[in-house]
């Protein structure tokens, strides 16, 4: 295993039970999903304040800085504590982040739900971004990798209220992340292949999301040339997709899916 920072373990558990009352009046204890402010500090600098489930809130914290391209290297970090009795997650580094107050005075608010502010250029190093080109996915792993999601335990489920993440090797599910907004999950499993080490070179990102700029960029930044989702997609995503060389699957349910971009990766099943 590669460098890890010192990390707190302060995930909050995932769902409450309240009561509800159903259309004939019975009192229905209900689960519903967890919400919680959680702001970001580094080197004490307050950052910003994201909503999130709370579930995997270190690997949050460490993605969000990974994909607004605030820190370089897991090796930067030295520690990410959460307190949940002040709602705060302070992450230690080891020089300081140099010119952070720069970095961090231009925003573009996207369209993002829970979170979805990316600070300085959107479009900041996309030319910089190369995917590989000799990976490919086949359709029956993709149909395969759709009835591994439908199959796989979810707050969704219980709850509903949250998007969910999957990164897949494949069909299999390497990491599967559910919170209140689906930037705050991309920015977990971001965090979670810093911890373990995983490259993104060969993997498939499946979201339930939108495909939005913000989550095309996010994607291609982790290194991943497959993005799949439930969901459609915005114009400026499509454009910064083909952009990238992304093959990037929208409406993909069951055995259903709409291929946008990146064919000369996708392998149809005779």
């Known amino acids: 295993m590669g460098y890890k920072p010192q990390l707190s373990n302060a995930a909050r558990p995932a769902t409450y039970t309240v009561d509800a009352r159903d259309e004939n009046g019975a009192l229905v204890p209900t689960p519903i999903a967890g919400e919680h402010p959680l702001t970001l ?14 579930a995997a809130p270190e690997a949050l914290a460490l993605g969000f800085l ?8 897991i090796e930067e970090i030295v520690a990410v504590n959460v307190d949940w009795e002040v709602n705060a997650v302070a992450i230690t580094t080891k020089n300081g982040l140099a010119d952070l107050d720069a970095r961090t005075e ?18 900041e190093d996309i030319d910089n971004i190369h995917l590989r080109h000799d990976v490919k996915l086949e359709e029956a792993t993709l149909f395969a990798l759709l009835n591994a999601v439908r199959l796989h335990e979810s707050i969704y489920k219980q709850a509903g209220a949250v998007h969910g993440c999957a990164l897949a090797r494949g069909s299999e599910i390497l990491t599967f992340v559910e919170d209140v907004g689906r930037h705050n ?23 339930t999301g939108r495909l939005t700029s913000e989550m095309v960029i996010k994607a291609a930044q982790m290194g991943i040339p497959f993005l ?35 064919a000369q990766r996708f392998v149809k099943s005779p």
């Open 66 to 73: 990974r994909n607004q391209r605030l820190v370089d290297s």
């Open 106 to 123: 231009k925003r573009t608010a996207t369209t993002g739900c829970g979170q979805g502010t990316v600070f300085g250029d959107l479009m």
């Open 228 to 262: 799949v989702s439930r969901s459609g997609l915005t114009k400026m995503g499509h454009e910064i997709a083909e952009k990238v060389g992304i093959t990037m699957i929208g409406r993909a349910v069951n055995r259903h899916y709409l291929l946008f971009t990146g």
């Open 41 to 54: 500090y580094v080197d004490k600098k307050e950052i910003l304040t994201m909503m999130t489930l709370g």
């Open 185 to 207: 999950a991309v920015d977990a499993i971001a965090g979670w292949m810093w911890l373990e080490g995983v490259d993104g070179g060969d993997k498939i990102f499946y979201t």
